[in-house]
């Protein structure tokens, strides 16, 4: 099997970029942990190290970084095991400390000398989906106590939008990765009938996306005509059967393959006869909404302005959206407004939920060549919605698409 893989020099591309940050901000060292989140492609020690050991990477703006991990199986792993197979690690600097916060961060920083200097921080505050922020309070508050003349500055978002602009690399990972989320559709595709569990539709993504060597935390997927939720099944956390397809059945799904760190998204939508007018409807509006957007993305053009296009056919078919109709990808950055319209369904105003808007930040960011989006229209009328939509590439005078068959609902039976 030959897959896409990273090389020194995409090391290198990565560590100059951090750099310059750095310099410009006047930072002379970042801290950066890989959070606490279940959203692993945005684990920014992954994107310094090649590597996930869940761990904090002490990277100086002069000398050689440190990758402070919980287990000496991770340095086993990475220092004998992947040099047998011929495989180099980023940075040869790993220790070893059961709580890296709280007893390895400051004395590697005062190892480098670094008691006294300007830091920038990744992970203190919540932001991506399912991020609780990377560091615990009573952590940090050690770290301050003990370093009382340094200076710490949260630094995410401006590191963050390092990832956002892929290499020709990094797009070697997308495209490999939306390919398989495409198997795993077409999967999923086939094996949806009337008699079917959630389960077994479940457990045909999962097998289709690892067995092609690449990895999902989990699916999302959900099932029945009226059923506005989004999330795993909830068998999935909870001790309960999980439902079968019958006739006239929605089933949707938010597929998330992931390879060499860099996550394409599809949002599969697949009907069984007979099809409820309405789903056939909303179906077509969200369809309009992706079309809205391949349209409009190019270079130049802000993130605001592909919301507005994706937004305008919900708002002429007098629709609302739940989930976001797009955010970028790998990392999950800027998203676009959530329950816009929520206000619009009687049985769920009782419990005062809100729209939560897109922020002005995600609005205002301006497109450029090798930016991901996920495109994930959802037209909602009432309790009931239709979700669809896959990865795009920004490129140098438009928009490459990575998937096709997530791109509309598909009918079966």
Known sequence: MKLPTLSFQERDRRWNLSRELMKEKGLDCLIVPSGNTYYSPDYYDAWLTNDNATGIVVFPLKGEPC?????????????????????????????????????GLVPILREKSLESANMGVVNLIQRGPGALGGIAYGDWAGVLEQLPRASFVDIEEQFAELKLVKSEEEIALARYSAKVGEKACEAMLNMIKPGVSESEI???IMYTILAKAANSLHVIMQTGVENLSWGMPVWTYQAQVPRVIG???LVEAEIFPMYGGIEAQQQMAVATKPVAPLTKELADIARRSYKAAITVIRPGKTFGEVY????????EAGCWHITPLLHTLSPNLFASGIGMGIDQVPELKKY??????TRPAAREFVLKK??????EPNACRGNQKVNIGGTVIVTEDGVEELNKLATKMHVIG
């Open 67 to 103: 990758y402070i991990v919980w287990s000496p199986m991770h340095g086993t792993l990475r220092m004998v095991e992947n040099r047998k197979r011929g495989i180099a690690p980023w940075l040869e600097d790993y220790r070893v400390y059961r709580r890296p916060i709280r007893e």
């Open 352 to 357: 005062g939920f809100k729209e939560v808007p």
């Open 308 to 315: 507005d296009a994706m937004k305008k056919p919900l708002d």
């Open 247 to 249: 006739k006239g059945d």
């Open 202 to 204: 479940y457990a045909t």
């Open 370 to 375: 090798g930016v991901m989006l996920e495109l």
